[in-house]
């Protein structure tokens, strides 16, 4: 089975602090996403990354960097955070072939909290 | 500019009762693939099914069926005899290139 594993089930932080979100998956798949979701918004995703050391902005990137160093690992950033960044952040990866007809495999969440 | 839209933001039903979830697309693309998944309390997105643009088969698995027609641009869910293990939020999805869009999500509450 493919495992999508997140650092953190929920995250409390501060305000301007420097935020990192882990992201692990265990099926060698080329395609990482990350999105948040909202109450009334749905997904939406904020990088996407194809291969080790490229990323891809999505619909809503601002505030947020990323990085791929590894296959298996995607880390989003929030270099500093701020209140309007509390939400629910979801990992998902894909395998390459054929982008458009992969399902994606998401982890459980990270419930972050930007006090 | 693609889009999927699910118009029910939230649906209550009693047990055993059938209960379909709309889901309207639009896309310029005469490829593409249509997703639903459900989101259970524990919130990780499960795949349900996947249906590429090509094939208007309709799907049954089990109690979960699924309805797709091109010409209304709808790729519909029913659940049959829902049970309360259904309750999640379901969400719809297109692909036709490099991204997934989402719809915005349904709620489902099955009452025992």
């Known amino acids: 089975d493919v495992k999508v594993t997140q650092s953190s089930r929920y995250l409390v932080k501060r305000t301007g602090e420097k935020v990192f979100l882990e992201c692990v998956q265990d099926m060698d798949h080329e395609n990482m996403f990350w999105y948040r979701q909202d109450p009334g918004l749905g997904l939406r995703l904020i990088y996407f990354?194809?291969?080790?050391?490229?990323?891809e902005k999505g619909d809503i990137p601002e505030g947020y960097s990323v990085s791929r160093e590894k296959k298996e690992r995607f880390s989003l950033i929030l270099e500093s955070a701020s209140t309007n960044q509390t939400s629910m952040y979801l990992c998902a990866s894909s395998h390459y072939r054929d982008r458009a007809s992969n399902e994606q495999f998401f982890g459980p969440g990270t419930r972050l909290t930007v006090l | 500019a693609q889009k999927v839209t699910q118009a029910q933001t939230e649906i209550s039903v009693v047990e055993k009762e059938d209960v379909t979830l709309d889901c309207v697309y639009e896309?310029?693309?005469?490829?593409?693939?249509l997703f639903w998944y459900k989101q259970p309390p524990s919130g990780e997105l499960v795949f349900l099914i996947r249906?590429?643009?090509?094939?208007?088969q309709n799907e049954i698995s089990g109690r979960y069926s699924w309805n797709f027609q091109k010409s209304t641009s709808s790729f519909n869910f029913t659940i049959t005899a829902s049970q309360v293990v259904d309750s999640a939020v379901y969400f719809c999805a297109l692909s036709a290139g490099d991204k997934i869009i989402f719809g915005k999500g349904t709620r489902l509450h099955i009452l025992p």
């Open positions: 896309t310029r693309d005469t490829t593409y693939y």
């Open positions: 990354s194809y291969d080790v050391k490229m990323k």
């Open positions: 249906r590429n643009s090509f094939d208007e």
